[in-house]
Structure formats: structure tokens, C-alpha cells
């Protein structure tokens, strides 16, 4: 028998729970599911393709599923498109989330991000329309968006997503296409508006002009350098 993550094929045996721990990369299996395993080429339960702790590949047609626990990434395209899928629970051991690695999961409402979550790769998410809520991690160090002449993130076309709980090292942007963008852009609009008035005000009191703070006679009707209008 193979450990279908790390290919040990040493075990400690505990009958009295019927489980068996991975010597190498310390998973635990139940006997049942480890011959399962076994018995299948490298397919978890005939659902989940693993290889080296990546998940390949979800071959079932569950509406929820929990990925194996020591499932350490979710390969590039694993669930893309898998318009049935609403639930998935990631396991503790989960580092990446690899490139449209969920897109286009049209269903998709709940998942859970866990602590040791490093990366969320380029459209990971992308398209994931019925998701509302997402709260990443602060372990996670790279969310892969890109902002040329077409802005791309692993968040675009999540229309129904109105809360992100965002750690503060990530720019708000990497969350355009979504509802929490707009919000996020609207408040930094009203705090440039606020600033400005407020630097506009204490330019007028100093008596410059308010728009490029060129000191100004009180005579001057309009400023010589931006020529800003006085009223």
C-alpha cells in the first residue's frame, strides 16, 4: 500500500480506530479508505486525482466535498467549470490555490480559505457568480492580478460577492470585477474629495490659491499659474 500523497509506503497501523498514519508525510487514512486508495490508481474514494499532495483533477458530481486533509495545492483548472459544485471545505494543509482553479463554478457559494493559505493564483475564482462572502487569510502572501490594458484578477465576474475580509498588505483593486471593489473605490473618492477640501480651506486661509497653492495678492481676480477663478 502507497501513501497517495507523499508515496510512502510505510504505515503505523492502529486497529483498535482502524486508521493508519503515513510515516512520511504523517496523514492519517482510515484502512477502509486507504484500500480504496489503493485499489483505485491514484484516485481518492474514485473522486479526487492526487499527485505529490496537487490535486489534479475532481472526477465526482457532489454539490459539497471536502478535499483530503495533506492536500497541500489545488492544480491549475481542477474544478473549472463545474457548474453543480456549491460547497467546498479546504483542508488545514492547503497552500495554494492554483491558476482557474475554480472558474467558472457558477454555483459556487461556500468555501472556506484557512490559515497557511499562501497563494490564490491568476483567475482562480473568476466567474464563480452565486459566491457572497470570502474572508483570505492573513498568511496569504500573492494574489496573482494583473492591470494592463484589460484588468484581470482571480475575483473578476464574482457579481454576487458584497464582503472580503482583505489582509491590509493588498491593494483593493485585486477585488475588481466585484461589488466590494465599487464600495472600496467609492470610500477612497469621497476620502480624495475630503482631502482636498480640507487642503483647499487651509490654502485660503493662508491665502494661496486653493487649486496649486501659488501665493496670491488679494487683488488677483485669477491665479497666473493654474488660473484658478477667485470668486
Not at 13 to 32: P, Q, V
Amino acid at each position: 500500500m502507497k501513501c497517495m500523497l507523499c508515496g510512502c509506503s510505510e504505515f503505523k497501523i492502529d486497529i483498535t480506530k482502524r486508521e493508519a498514519r503515513c510515516s512520511g508525510c504523517n496523514s492519517t487514512y482510515s484502512l477502509d479508505e486507504l484500500l480504496s486508495i489503493n485499489s483505485s490508481n491514484g484516485m481518492h474514494n474514485n473522486e479526487f486525482v492526487i499527485e505529490s499532495g496537487t490535486l489534479k483533477k475532481y472526477l465526482g458530481v457532489k454539490t459539497s466535498i471536502s478535499i483530503p486533509e495533506g492536500v497541500t495545492k489545488i492544480g491549475e483548472s481542477c474544478f473549472k467549470d463545474m457548474y453543480m459544485l456549491e460547497e467546498v471545505k479546504l483542508p488545514n494543509t492547503i497552500k495554494v490555490i492554483g491558476i482557474a482553479a475554480f472558474e467558472g463554478c457558477e454555483s459556487l457559494k461556500t468555501i472556506n480559505l484557512p490559515y497557511g493559505l499562501r497563494e490564490i493564483g491568476y483567475v482562480a475564482f473568476e466567474n464563480c457568480k452565486s459566491l457572497e462572502t470570502l474572508s483570505i487569510p492573513d498568511s496569504v502572501t500573492e494574489i496573482t492580478a494583473y492591470f494592463l490594458s484589460t484588468i484581470t484578477t482571480p475575483f473578476l465576474g464574482c457579481s454576487s460577492l458584497r464582503e472580503v475580509r482583505l489582509p491590509d498588505r493588498f491593494d483593493y483593486r485585486v477585488l475588481y470585477g466585484t461589488k466590494v471593489y465599487e464600495k472600496y473605490a467609492e470610500r477612497e473618492k469621497r476620502e480624495k474629495e475630503r482631502m482636498q477640501e480640507q487642503l483647499e480651506r487651509e490654502r485660503i486661509r493662508k491665502g494661496l490659491c486653493p487649486k496649486c497653492g501659488e501665493e496670491e495678492p488679494l487683488f488677483r481676480r485669477k491665479c497666473k499659474r493654474c488660473g484658478y477663478k477667485f470668486s
